[in-house]
């Protein structure tokens, strides 16, 4: 298993990441409210600022105060070995 830190010691499956994004538009703050509302939102800001949004493939939305082009970066300085 391949692991991302997205900030404060949180570390989250790479594999499972299906996409990072702002959390600046209307759609993604909608997704968010939704996540909430279903309590599949995982809060790692930590009482930051939200940055960036990690959409994992198990339906859960994780905030994290970390900017995506960091944790897009973080995630492509991981080995993906195909017979792992």
């Known amino acids: 298993m391949k692991l991302v830190n997205i900030g404060f010691g949180n570390i989250v499956s790479a594999e ?3 996409s ?3 959390p600046e538009s209307a759609p993604i703050k909608r ?3 939704e996540a909430k509302d279903a309590k ?3 809060d790692a800001t930590y009482g930051r600022r939200t940055r960036s949004v990690i959409i994992m493939d198990t339906g859960h939305v994780v ?6 082009e960091t944790i ?3 995630a492509e300085n991981i080995e993906y070995n195909v017979n792992d």
């Open 72 to 74: 897009a970066g973080r």
């Open 40 to 42: 599949t939102a995982i």
């Open 20 to 22: 990072i994004v702002s």
């Open 16 to 18: 499972r990441i299906v």
């Open 63 to 68: 905030l994290s105060a970390v900017q995506p």
């Open 31 to 33: 997704l968010v409210q």
